[in-house]
């Protein structure tokens, strides 16, 4: 087992957490906020995900791990708007919370 599969792949459970826990708001309370979260988490599990088929060479011709590859773009794309969205809604969901 690859360094990058075993980090991936404790990576992959506390991303799920966060997921199951940001979908539970979600589906409490529909707010903007919420969705805010449930889309940066999903985000953040696109990125673990991604680092497992990079891991696994799952979709080779996606050239995962390499500059300039559809593979790195969705790996960027995922990450900034994981951690643009997650604490943005977290924040607005605490200074809104009655």
Same mark, same amino acid.
């Given at each position: 087992?690859?360094?990058?599969?075993?980090?991936?792949?404790?990576?992959?459970? !506390?991303?799920?957490?966060?997921?199951?826990?940001?979908?539970?708001?979600?589906?409490?309370?529909?707010?903007?906020?919420?969705?805010?979260?449930?889309?940066?988490?999903?985000g953040? +599990?696109?990125? +673990?995900?991604?680092?497992?088929?990079?891991?696994?060479?799952?979709? !080779?011709w996606?050239?995962?791990?390499?500059?300039?590859?559809?593979?790195?773009?969705?790996?960027?794309?995922?990450?900034?708007?994981?951690?643009?969205?997650? !604490?943005?809604?977290?924040?607005?969901?605490?200074?809104?919370?009655?």
């Amino acid at each position: 087992m690859s360094a990058t599969l075993l980090k991936s792949l404790i990576a992959l459970f !506390p991303m799920c957490l966060l997921l199951a826990g940001a979908a539970t708001l979600f589906f409490r309370a529909r707010t903007a906020n919420s969705l805010l979260q449930l889309i940066g988490s999903l985000g953040l +599990v696109v990125v +673990v995900l991604a680092h497992v088929c990079e891991a696994l060479q799952i979709f !080779p011709w996606m050239h995962w791990g390499m500059e300039h590859s559809i593979g790195h773009y969705i790996d960027l794309s995922a990450a900034l708007l994981g951690v643009t969205l997650f !604490p943005v809604g977290y924040l607005l969901h605490a200074v809104t919370k009655h």
